[in-house]
C-alpha cells in the first residue's frame, strides 16, 4: 500500500480518536455532575436538619419552662387557698394537690436540665459541623462551574471536529474510506497502528520477521496477519 494513500487516512483516523476521546470525557462529565449534585442534595440536607434539630430543642425548652410556671402558678395558688381553708378534709386534699405540683416541678426541673444539656451539645456540634458543610457546599459548587464550563469547551470542540472530519473525509480514496468505516467498528484502538519493536500495538502479536525486514527496507504499510490492521513502522 502506497504511504501517500494511507497519510490522509492516518489523519482522519487522528481526528476520529479525538472525537472519541472528547465523547468518553463529556460522558464522564455528566456522571461526575450526578455525583456532585447528589452530595450537594445531601450535605444541604444535612445542615438544614443540624439546624432545625437546634430550633426543635430551643422550642422543647421554651415549652417546658411555660409548663413549669404555669404549675408554679397553680402551686402559689394550692398555697394560698391552704391559708384559708377550715375543714380538715379539705385541708388534706389541698396538702395532697400542693405535694402533686411539687413533684411535677421537681420531675420537669431534671427534664428541663436535659433538654438544656441537649441543646448545649446539638449547639456544639453545629458550630463544628456548619463551617464544614458550608465549605464542602461552596466546593461543590465550584466544582459543579468547572463542569459546566468544560462541557461547554468539550461541546464545542466537538463540534469543530465533525467538521474537521468531513474535510478530511474528502481526502481519503474512496475504497479505503469504506474499509476504514467498516473497520473502525471493530478496532476500538485504531484500524492503523505503529509496529513498535517488532509488535502490531493493536494486537500485540509480533510482526513476522520477513514481514517486518520488508516494511523496515520499503517503508511500506502492510496488514498484520494476526488482527488485520493496516500497520506502518514509519511513514
Ligand atoms: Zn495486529
Known sequence: MDPQLILPLLRLQETDQEIERIERRLRKIEEERKALLKELE???GRLSELENS???KRKELKELKEKIEEEERALENTERKLTRVRKDVEYKAL???KSKHEDNILKMSYELDDISGELESLKEEVSR????LERRIKDIKEELDDLDYEEKAGKRKLEDLVKQREERCKSVEQS???FYEEARKRFEN???VKVE???CTGCGMKVPDVLF???LKDKSIEVCPSCGRYIYYKL
Open 42 to 44: 445531601e450535605a444541604e
Open 54 to 56: 437546634v430550633e426543635k
Open 95 to 97: 396538702l395532697r394537690e
Open 129 to 132: 459541623e456548619k463551617p464544614k
Open 176 to 178: 479505503l474510506l469504506n
Open 190 to 192: 485504531g484500524v492503523i
Open 197 to 199: 519493536e517488532e509488535v
Open 213 to 215: 525486514s520488508k516494511m
